[in-house]
């Protein structure tokens, strides 16, 4: 079935907000393994529910061994799960309408060393059935769109560094303009100026509408591009998180100020609110100097907040950024305690899509 | 079939330099011993194993014990599509390998003062195709059933104890014994017996039993692939 064709079903559903299409469904999803000698099972996935709407940017994040590479086996339909169901615009997650409109990038990229960069993206050109006519073309746009020179895309990919094969990997990813992408780790072990770029690139997806789904330890990249994350531990989702940008969650800033001005926290509070910032706490130092935590609604928030307090009077030396909410998801997870961020319920109990099945 | 996948996989083999250097030496070698003994015609090359071996080992697990198939997997390619275009793969290529030395034997036989005729030539040239591809399929078999290079244990393995069984079974008189022992090594060692067949010396029923062995060793092998799971969760 040709990519375009992919029915949307018609369904009713009783989620926060309104889907436009069903996007990834994913309903009690359980999987087990035996481990050990005795054969003892546990589970890797243990009755997960969530909903990845059509164009959003959704994060899964956990600690190691939380099941998120499990549940990333399960949607690509390289696991059988136990129980549950996945549907992806109402398909199973193996049929292969669903993978012609699919990209993935896994964490260590595993291809034929003998391929040169070029050669490989050709080859998944033509696995993901695009037209022959515009290959090389299309081939040498992916190679230019991931930073990799025409020279490079000529070598045998066993010499490229493990940075460049996940770039490459990247590429192959984003052939075809697909609809899903699920990435896996895909800055691990790419130098900064691939970073950035991985993060444009990231941008563009959520830009142009593509569903992407990401695995990342590096919570500050998840923070920045994703629209909701959910956080996975000991194979359950414990919360998903909403993260759109300028949604009323804040951004914590850590100020520190040189002793010498006269600052007080109704100064702070007075100069926090003209720059359209929040005012948490202040601490003195002995040295006369002092140290207090603001939240700002984004960078330009920051921005005012720090001119704001500068014209105030107040001998501003240092400004930090507070940890983020994720990374706090993660402190609070480690500390044991439930996450102190509002969480989206994660309730989720999607009609049953016919014709569908995992 | 898939034409990208034959050709990939194609490329693949003739870009491992261990694995060509053992194909020369079980293309060349029986050659030579023909040249050396043109009085032993074309049963020198007696047969198509050690080529299809060579081309054939690994042919599914290899993919599955580096990790690659998850990447193909994720593209819309049914797996039946990839065990059979493996399949198809390997015994093309051992096929036309096979071929092209039955040829260049005729040659040398020819030019040794040793002719054979050409109706023979043609029928041992089809009889090794048949060979190849019910080798080929029990690889492929064999292959999906474990990882990396395990193929061409279970090949071996099967050998010896077909054998085995067979020595025991003369040994002892016991002639269910030695009919397991026949059937595991008509398993890994088909008899076309299509030279006889072509005679009016022998059956059908060789060449029927060489054909359904491939099918069903195809099938097992599509079948146990379709089952398979990625080992993606290694780290959880």
Redesign the interface.
């Known amino acids: 079935m040709p990519a375009s064709s992919i029915a949307v079903p018609q369904a009713v559903w009783h989620d926060a907000a309104p889907l436009m299409t069903p996007g990834i469904v994913v309903e009690n999803l359980t999987?087990t393994?035996r481990r050990g000698f005795s054969g003892e099972r546990f589970h890797?996935l243990n009755t997960v529910s969530l909903n990845v709407r059509s164009g959003e940017v959704f994060g899964v994040i956990g600690p190691?061994?939380?099941?998120k590479?499990?549940l990333?086996?399960c949607l690509?339909?390289?696991?059988?799960p136990d129980a549950g169901r996945i549907t992806i615009d109402g398909h199973a997650p193996d049929d292969?309408?669903v993978?012609?409109v699919?990209?993935?990038l896994?964490e260590?990229?595993?291809?034929?060393r003998?391929?040169t960069g070029f050669g490989f993206l050709a080859?998944?050109h033509?696995?993901?059935?695009l037209p022959a006519a515009t290959r090389r073309d299309d081939c040498a746009a992916a190679l230019a769109r991931i930073g990799l020179d025409p020279e490079a895309g000529q070598r045998a990919v066993r010499s490229y560094s493990r940075g460049m094969l996940q770039r490459l990997g990247l590429a192959?990813a984003l052939l075809g303009s697909p609809r899903f992408v699920?990435l896996d780790e895909p800055a691990s072990g790419v130098d900064p100026a691939g970073v950035v770029l991985f993060r444009r690139l990231l941008g563009d997806l959520k830009g142009s509408g593509v569903t992407v789904i990401l695995n990342s330890h590096q919570l500050e990249q998840v923070e920045r591009v994703c629209n909701r994350v959910a956080f996975v531990k000991g194979g359950r989702v414990e919360a998903i998180e909403t993260l759109d940008a300028g949604s009323a969650h804040a951004r914590g800033l850590r100020i520190r100020w040189a002793a010498g001005g006269a600052v007080t926290a109704e100064l702070l509070r007075t100069a926090a609110e003209r720059g359209g910032a929040g005012f948490v706490e202040a601490t003195q130092a002995d040295s006369g100097g002092g140290a207090g935590r603001f939240t700002a609604r984004d960078d330009e928030g920051a921005a005012r907040l720090l001119r704001a307090l500068i014209e105030a009077g107040v001998p501003v030396v240092e400004a930090t950024p507070d940890e983020g909410r994720l990374e706090r998801l993660f402190l609070s997870d480690a500390a044991a305690s439930p996450p102190p961020v509002s969480v989206e319920a994660t309730r989720f109990m999607p009609p049953a899509v016919p014709g569908s099945g995992s | 079939m898939?034409r990208?996948?034959v050709i990939?996989f194609w490329?693949?083999r003739g870009?491992?330099a261990f694995r060509m250097a053992f194909l020369l030496l079980v293309f060349g070698f029986p050659l030579l011993m023909t040249a050396a003994m043109p009085g032993g015609g074309l049963g020198i090359v007696r047969d198509a194993v050690g080529i299809t071996m060579v081309l054939a080992a690994g042919m599914i697990g290899q993919d599955v014990s580096?990790?690659?198939l998850?990447?193909?997997?994720?593209?819309?390619?049914?797996r039946s599509e990839y065990v059979l275009s493996r399949w198809l793969s390997v015994a093309v290529a051992a096929g036309a390998i096979a071929v092209l030395q039955i040829a260049l034997a005729w040659l040398i036989l020819n030019a040794r003062g040793a002719p054979q005729e050409s109706g023979m030539v043609l029928l041992t040239m089809l009889q090794r195709v048949v060979e190849v591809i019910q080798i080929t399929a029990v690889m492929a078999m064999f292959s999906s059933l474990v990882n990396g290079v395990g193929d061409l244990g279970l090949w071996f393995a099967t050998t010896v104890v077909g054998g085995i069984l067979q020595l025991a079974a003369q040994a002892k008189g016991w002639g269910w014994v030695g009919r397991v022992g026949a059937e595991l090594n008509r398993i890994v060692g088909p008899d076309v017996g299509l030279v006889a067949l072509m005679r009016g010396t022998g059956g059908w029923s060789d060449l029927v039993t060489t054909l359904s062995i491939a099918a069903l060793a195809l099938l097992i092998a599509v079948v146990l692939v379709n089952r398979k799971?990625?080992s993606?969760?290694t780290?959880?």
């Open positions: 999987k393994y890797a190691n061994g939380a099941g590479t499990t990333f086996g690509l339909g390289f696991l059988r292969l309408a993978r012609a699919t990209g993935y896994p260590r990229l595993v291809l034929d003998w391929m080859y998944h033509a696995l993901a059935r192959q699920f | 898939n990208e996948l990939a490329r693949q870009s491992a580096s990790g690659v998850q990447l193909l997997f994720a593209r819309p390619v049914r799971e990625l993606y969760a780290t959880g």
